[in-house]
Structures are given as structure tokens and as C-alpha cells.
């Protein structure tokens, strides 16, 4: 498929997502959510993804809605909106929420601005590295409106309860370090893009099963009952018992305690 608002690269299983339209720093327009919304289902159906990075082009990570695009028409506006059930998820979340269904880790990497929308993608992310000087912001009540795109699914398990209520209040913009003072981001680095790139290497040495469980389990059962959580855990772990990733995984981590046993041998003699 030609990506008009996207660059699509993968390499050795890993899948960067670039938000690819610099010269409007990246912010939202229609083409850009239908885009995202359609790369992200594509990459939930392909066995060979281990991880994904999603970033933004020219140094930053997106400005967020793009305000005269979408509103040139009501019928625009309400399209992102429009959904079959109140519970279901609309095109405007599902740019946000398609991340956290990918059974593969997701890593967004921030640089310049994250405001409004594209912080809320950045949330539907697993991990989020920044660098220092970056700027964040769930900006949506500066336009009058609530934050709608799905990002408050994860915000309520990063950040305490009045936290997240000061930054959709306010719309306070913060930089990469004090990000991290409140664990709203994972990781603030120089160079987030090839921080992220070291820990899919770190990622790809495991059990794409037992990653793909690990994220299902924490993502379904983080809010839910004890006797889920317990539930779920047993469910997952069954599951990856009787798959064929285990044996693998099994003889891989024999082979490496039997290098580590010999080099201790060779060690003491």
C-alpha cells in the first residue's frame, strides 16, 4: 500500500512508523488518522513483527489535531466520532487504542512537540522515550473539549488519579525530565530512536508468545478483579505451555546456562 502521511520501514521484525508530514510537525489530519488506524490493524495480522517504533519526522513527534483540516466539514468531524456502540472504539481512538492490541511491544519515541493527539497516540504505546527538552501536552481542554482519542486508557495506569486530572485540566506542557518525574514516560535519552532500537534487541531474544502474553495479561487485568488477574495468568501460561515457543525458548536458555556454567568452571581452574 502507498502511505501518503506515513513511512512504513521494517527491518529484522522490528516495524518503525514514521508520522511523515513534517512541514504541518506532524499534526493530524484525516488522511493521517485513517493511515494509522489502517497500518496499525495490517501489523496486528503479520506473524513476522516482534516490536514496533512509532515516531515523527523532522524532529517531532506530532502537534497534535490539525484543527482547519478536519473542521473544513462537520461531516469530517463527526466521521472521526462515529461509532455502532457507545463502547466501541471510533476512528479517533483507534489510533490510539490499536496500539495496545498489537500483540508485539510498541515503543513511541518522542522528540519536539507531543501535544494534544499525538499524545495520545504516544499513550496507546507500551513504553515512551524522550529526550530532555521535548514538549508534552494533553492540550484538549485549551480548545474547550475533552481528551477523546482513547489516551486516557493508559494514562489512568501510569500516572496517580489527581495527576491525570491536573494535566487534562490544565493542559500543561512538560518537558522530557519532568515526564519522567511523574512516570508518564518510560525513559528520557539523547537519543530515544536508538534507545528504543536497543531494547527491541533486548525484546527480540525472547518468546514472541510469552511477550504477546505478558501484554495481554497486564493490559486486560491491570484494573480488573484479583480472581481475573489469577484467571488470566493461569489461562496465558496453559496456553504457552502447549506452544511451540516454549521448547524453543526451553533449549535456548538451557544452551545459555550450560556457556555460563562452563565459563565458571573454566574460571576456577
Known sequence: ??????????????????????????????????????????????KDVRAVIIKGAGGNFSSGLDIKSVATSKKKALSLLTKWLPGNANLAQRVSKNWRELPCPVIAVIEGKCYGGGMQIAMGADFRFVTPDSEMSIMEVRWGLVPDMAGL??????????????L???????????????????????EPLQQAQLLCQQLLSGSPDALAAIKTTTNRCW???????????TYSQIR?????????????????SDEIDYQQRQSFW
Open 1 to 46: 500500500m502507498e502511505w501518503r502521511r506515513l513511512s512504513i520501514e521494517q527491518q529484522q521484525g522490528i516495524v518503525t512508523v514514521t508520522l511523515n508530514r513534517p512541514d504541518k510537525m506532524n499534526a493530524l489530519d484525516m488522511t493521517m488518522f485513517t493511515e494509522l488506524d489502517k497500518v496499525s490493524k495490517q501489523l496486528r495480522k503479520q
Open 153 to 166: 486508557m493508559s494514562l489512568r495506569e501510569v500516572v496517580a488519579k489527581d495527576i491525570a486530572l491536573k
Open 168 to 190: 487534562t485540566m490544565t493542559g500543561e506542557i512538560l518537558t522530557g525530565k519532568q515526564a519522567k518525574e511523574i512516570a508518564l514516560v518510560t525513559e528520557v535519552c539523547e
Open 223 to 233: 484494573n480488573s478483579s484479583r480472581r481475573y488477574l489469577l484467571a488470566h495468568e
Open 240 to 256: 504457552l505451555l502447549l506452544g511451540r515457543n516454549f521448547s524453543i525458548a526451553g533449549k535456548r536458555q538451557r544452551s545459555k
